[in-house]
């Protein structure tokens, strides 16, 4: 069954730092997204990425966010300045299309 | 054992009997609806879909009811084992868009 994977699973970063969230999607889905949950709340939209470009984002992918596909495998999510708001979990998900929409196990950002 | 969206976040039920997990969506204009079920510290991990033009669809021991109507959608899942414990989320999609909406999720929790 393929995967999306994402490291690390648990980033520990002092607040004012910047920090990038890796993923590998699944090889041949076009579409990318990232999504965030803080604990105990629902899962929710940050970005969603095709064809090398942004195709939408929430009003929580602020300034401080961007996102790269920097190869033709990975899909990283940068955080220029930390908060402690920022500390949640962090899920990347691809897509065949509108269908196919497969998560990663997420990576746990907690800022001190 | 059943839940109603918002009102009744978590839902106990004994194990063998059937759970009914239930969900309101906001959006007439969403066209696809996921499940998604998520154990403690991972990733959403599908279960089961329905595009809006399908009233039912069934699984391997789980079901999904589309009422567009109403705009309620639930989820079924025959013989509950202690394996489904989870929080359980229902997701749309809008029509057109790639994201998906999640909603606030429901605690199920087995009963020996």
């Known amino acids: 069954e393929p995967e999306v994977t994402q490291t690390p699973s648990h980033q520990v970063t002092q607040m004012g730092q910047e920090v990038i969230l890796r993923c590998v999607p699944i090889s041949n889905h076009l579409y990318f997204y990232w999504y965030r949950q803080i604990l105990g709340q629902k899962v929710e939209f940050l970005v969603s990425f095709y064809n090398n470009e942004i195709s939408e984002k929430s009003e929580i992918f602020d300034d401080q966010f961007s996102v790269e596909r920097p190869d033709g495998s990975n899909f990283t999510l940068k955080i220029r300045s930390t908060k402690l708001e920022d500390s949640a979990m962090y899920f990347c998900a691809s897509s065949v299309g509108g269908r196919g929409y497969t998560f990663g196990s997420g990576t746990r950002l907690t800022v001190v | 054992g059943e839940s109603v969206g918002l009102h009744l976040p978590t839902l106990s039920v004994q194990e063998g009997d059937n759970s009914i997990i239930n969900c309101a969506y906001s959006?007439?204009?969403?066209?696809?609806f996921i499940w998604y079920k998520q154990e403690s510290g991972k990733g959403p991990q599908f279960i089961i879909d329905i595009r809006s033009n399908m009233d039912k669809r069934q699984g391997q021991r789980v079901t999904v009811l589309l009422n567009k109507t109403v705009k309620h959608l639930s989820l079924q899942i025959a013989a509950t084992q202690p394996g489904d414990s989870a929080v359980y989320f229902c997701a749309e999609k809008r029509e057109g868009a790639q994201k998906l909406v999640f909603g606030q999720g429901t605690r199920l929790t087995i009963n020996p």
């Open positions: 959006n007439s204009a969403s066209d696809y």
